[in-house]
């Protein structure tokens, strides 16, 4: 490999992006193994984000002539920062020792195999209770497979290639290395993942296709529960079902349960033949046993519900070990990686908010994630399934078309405009299912909608945040701190919901009384301002001066939202201005109901 003048970039770049390609192509068949055990997030999502996040993150190099070793050991940097999951940070470790070998450039079997070798050493030391069955078997026999046809092959890529048939062969083994695979007939999800990527890689250097299409978890789920009434029934024959011209079209090898698969197989054969009733009673008993088995792996116990991710930016942490003995008190599945000093931690624990607090007193946390584990798992078995297609989302509940497109323009993701009516708990599940997002922040402008939107993400796949906002100029405060932040996984931004002080004109619909006595009589225009009653008057312009007279301080913008009862009044801004000179205006349509003007002050 060598390094084009032409763009200044290495040609790894460009192998590097179609095999992260080829993954993302393939994430759903990933996802749809992870199901034993307890998937901490879509491993396929995660694999597939990890290195989604690398190349995104990557440095312009301006102009800078690099190697294509020095390309990997910068992509291997950001792999670890950007790393997703158990198996996105164990492929990130993997990565990097990879690239501490190849970062010399030399690209000869024998220098790849001590990649490869110093590659499984960083992912095999680098995760918590390291275990056969699972990824790290895979990356051990591929650098074992390499380096046994180096004495018959000098080209890597032809190394590669015949490595392939050999890891296939292992990976339908880890069933029988692990027993909790082997009792659900699953292979494990990130060997699975690794082997991909690795045809990916094969494909771009030998330029071959190779092919999906394997049944996703719930239809394995499905497939077990009709089996079972077959066998049960006792004139049942399986060539009259839909598993049957599964497998007679070629299609059972695309299970990926194999005993699922071998039941399959072994109901069709016998239930033709001529066995006595003694023989078919044992073998449907068998079968049933084996089924019952497989589909109480579908809802294991969760020790640890969450899993937990969290950046944390110290000068007071010595060690990967010293942070590692601060949190593994909270849980399992502990990995920490760390860069300078950044360290990211991984773990699964039922107390998310205490491991953050803990870690806080040490430095600053620059990204935090929590994946409810329990929901990803239902999520998983259901027939009505969600394949994410993102790892996050912002979800906001309003009730003007201005507002909703304003919410849209700094960053939302989806906005559901309500109008008068409050949103009922069925519509918000299926905005938030719509987003196929594996977590999402959901606020609302009313406190109102707070409880049908706790109910609605009880429900929903995704992981929902819930924001406990005030008003519509809360979700603008967090949605505008969320666009100025440069580190777009840091979520502080929720944070600042409370950064923009404001006040809401409106007009009194019967007499009330403010705080300090005074009477705002039926008709008047009185404006609220902390949830108190500042001042009032007939007209909406002296409401309007009185309140930036008490409230505006020392800052210098001042803005307006427009309510549909003030929609056609075009006067007070050009007079607010006048009387304000020293202030600057502007005015948006936000299209609210209660409220003729929330005016904001920054």
Not at 140 to 146: N, R
Not at 208 to 234: D, F
Not at 518 to 544: M, P, Q, R, W
Request: hydrophobic content about 35%.
């Amino acid at each position: 490999m060598t390094a084009h003048a032409d763009n200044q970039m290495p040609e790894i770049k460009g192998i590097i992006e179609n095999v992260y390609k080829y993954l993302h192509r393939r994430k759903e068949y990933i996802n749809g193994l992870n199901v034993f055990p307890v998937p901490d997030g879509d491993t396929g999502l995660n694999m597939t984000l990890t290195m989604q996040g690398a190349l995104a993150n990557m440095p312009e190099y301006d102009g800078k002539i690099i190697s294509n070793g020095e390309y990997l050991r910068d992509f291997a940097g950001q792999m670890l920062m950007n790393s997703r999951g158990c198996s996105g940070v164990i492929l990130a470790l993997y990565c990097h020792g990879l690239s501490e070998v190849i970062v010399n450039g030399d690209f000869s079997p024998a220098n790849i195999h001590k990649a490869l070798e110093n590659g499984y050493q960083k992912a095999y030391q680098g995760t918590d209770n390291p275990r056969e069955g699972t990824i790290l078997t895979l990356m051990y026999a591929f650098k074992e497979k390499f380096g046994e046809l180096m004495a018959e092959e000098e080209d890597f890529a032809a190394i590669i290639r015949k490595c392939i048939p050999h890891l296939k062969s292992v990976l339908d083994k880890t069933p029988d290395m692990l027993p909790v695979l082997k009792q659900a007939g699953v292979v494990d999800s990130g060997g699975a993942g690794f082997l991909i990527i690795l045809e990916g890689l094969e494909r771009e250097i030998n330029f071959k296709q190779s092919n999906g299409g394997e049944v996703r978890a719930s239809t394995i789920l499905n497939a077990i529960k009709n089996i079972r009434k077959q066998i049960q029934s006792s004139t049942s024959n399986i060539k009259n079902n839909h598993l049957g011209g599964l497998h007679i079209n070629g299609g059972l090898e695309k299970i990926n349960n194999i005993k699922l698969r071998d039941i399959i197989s072994d109901f069709q054969h016998y239930s033709g033949n001529m066995l006595n009733q003694s023989k078919k009673k044992l073998l449907k008993e068998a079968w049933l046993n084996d089924l019952k088995e497989m589909e109480s792996t579908w809802d294991p116990h969760i020790q640890y519900r969450y899993c937990t991710e969290f950046v944390v930016k110290s000068d007071k942490i010595s060690s990967q070990e010293e942070i590692r003995q601060l949190v593994e008190g909270y849980g399992d599945s502990v990995i920490v990686l760390n860069s300078s000093d950044l360290y990211k931690v991984h773990i699964h624990t039922n107390k998310p908010d205490a491991v953050f607090t803990d870690v806080a007193k040490y430095g600053e946390l620059v990204f935090t994630k929590v994946d409810d584990m329990k929901k990803q798992h239902r999520n998983f078995i259901s027939h009505d399934t969600i394949e994410y297609e993102r790892e996050s989302s912002i979800f906001c509940i309003v009730s003007g078309l201005g507002f909703k497109k304003i919410l849209e323009e700094l960053g939302a993701d989806h906005v559901f405009c309500y109008g008068k009516k409050k949103p009922s708990v069925e519509q918000l599940v299926k905005a938030i299912n719509q987003l196929k997002a594996k977590n999402v922040i959901a606020a609302a402008d009313d406190q109102d909608i707070l409880m049908s939107l706790k109910y609605a993400a009880s429900l929903c796949k995704s992981n929902v945040q819930i924001v406990e906002s005030k008003s519509v100029i809360s979700l603008i405060s967090m949605l505008m701190a969320a666009s100025n932040d440069l580190n777009v996984n840091n979520m502080s931004f929720i944070s600042k919901l409370n950064d923009i002080r404001y006040c809401g004109i409106s007009r009194a619909v019967r007499e009330t009384k403010a705080a300090d006595g005074t009477i705002v009589k039926k008709g008047d225009f009185f404006t609220i301002y902390d949830h108190n009653i500042i001042c009032s008057g007939k007209h909406i312009k002296e409401v309007a001066v009185q309140s930036i007279e008490k409230l505006a301080q020392n800052e210098n913008l001042v803005t307006l939202y427009k309510g549909i009862p003030a929609k056609k009044d075009n006067s007070l801004l050009p007079e607010l201005r006048s009387l304000f000179p020293d202030k600057e205006f502007e005015e948006y349509y936000g299209g609210q109901y209660q409220y003729h003007y929330y005016i904001t002050f920054e």
